[in-house]
């Protein structure tokens, strides 16, 4: 189908091989000739007003390192599902605002497909981190969030595919998730002051880490011995393991609610 659409615009790249997702992004990044990259996936659906909707608020907006728009889910059918989510984030989000909400939820964007990228930020930083198999895009947004702005388009411009065939979603690749989401966010950490550092423990100790240690436990409630000790070597190399244990005690057998995190409380205290 590609090769039979005539555009001098278009260009098609083969590999003999599947080298990864995130060597073919930095792959066709080096081929481009654009100030602005936008990234995509094959099984997702981008609408009509997608790429002229990013160019506009570049333009209005050029200190932005990379913008992230809102998405419409659908699934491997293409049947839309419940998407009445209200996001209040800001168009313009600080570094601070990032960091704190990189804390709790990880990757900002949560895909690529709804990302574009500005040039600039890419010289900057650099390209995306290959030896990463899932959280490259993450590990990517935070470098990038150290020195630029990030941009919120809060329209929904693509049709965002969610299915269980996903890599990120294969539980035998969730302790190889786990492990590098930890690796982006000591990078986070190196950069952020001892407020938000110290902040944002107690928000992952609260959510991510909690996801995290409630894996490990799943592991070894499958008789799954080996894996659940990986979970454990990994968790307690980056946080106190009988905090976290004492925090799904309290969280997820006593139910008490933790203090959730908003988009105005950055400005608290």
Known sequence: YLNEIKDSRIKLFKNETNKGLFFNLNYLIKQSNSELIKLWAQDDIM?????????????NNPEVGFAYSQRIMIDENGVEKENNNFDPTPEIISKELHSKIAYYTGSIAGNIANVC????????????????????????????????????????????????GQLSRNEKYYLNHVKEDLIVYRKLNFYCDNKMKKNGKKMMRNHKLLFYFTLMLKAFSKSKILLSIKYFITLARFDNIFILFLNFLKIKLFKIKPILFTINSIHEE
């Open 47 to 59: 609408l009509l007003d997608c790429l002229k909707t990013f160019v506009s608020f570049f333009e």
């Open 117 to 164: 990228i500005h040039k600039k930020a890419l010289e900057k930083v650099g390209l995306f981190n290959e030896s990463m198999k899932i959280s490259a895009d993450f590990e990517m947004w935070v470098r990038i969030a150290e020195y630029f702005p990030v941009g919120h388009i809060n329209q929904k411009l693509i049709k965002l595919r969610d299915h269980s």
